[in-house]
């Protein structure tokens, strides 16, 4: 059993689409009723509904995103900082490399590889 989609409310889908599918290579699927739709490679469906204000998530709440190797992570966290995206700090331990950004509405994404 996987895990495969996950709806989130968001002040404007399109600009949220574009982050998603900048950073994280989601591509729109579908749009309806003001929603955007994405989905990756892996078939995991991303929903952008639209939301007069952004969501509010209790602390700690945050989804991740697992980077092929530790490269990749660093990579991504220099990009974003690049980019200027909210993001924290990268850490490192041998066997986790991970950081967290922010996406357009405050929702915390987890960056991240582990063997």
């Known amino acids: 059993m ?9 002040v404007d889908p399109g600009r949220s689409r574009a982050f998603y599918e ?8 579908l749009c309806e009723d003001g929603a955007v739709f994405l989905t990756n490679d892996d078939r995991f469906l991303l ?13 700690g709440f945050h ?7 530790a490269t990749a ?7 974003m900082h690049g980019a200027g995206v909210t993001h924290g700090e990268l ?3 041998d066997d986790y490399v991970t950081f967290r ?3 357009l ?10 063997p």
Do not use: T
């Open 22 to 29: 900048m950073w994280f290579g989601f591509r729109e699927k």
């Open 91 to 93: 850490e490192e331990w």
């Open 47 to 59: 929903a952008l509904f639209p939301s007069e204000e952004q969501a509010s998530m209790p602390a």
């Open 2 to 10: 996987d895990l495969n989609h996950l709806n989130l409310g968001v």
């Open 73 to 79: 992570v660093r990579s991504m966290h220099d990009a």
């Open 63 to 69: 989804f991740g995103f697992l980077l092929d190797d």
């Open 105 to 114: 509405d405050g929702h915390e994404v987890e960056v991240f590889w582990e």
């Open 101 to 103: 950004c922010q996406d």
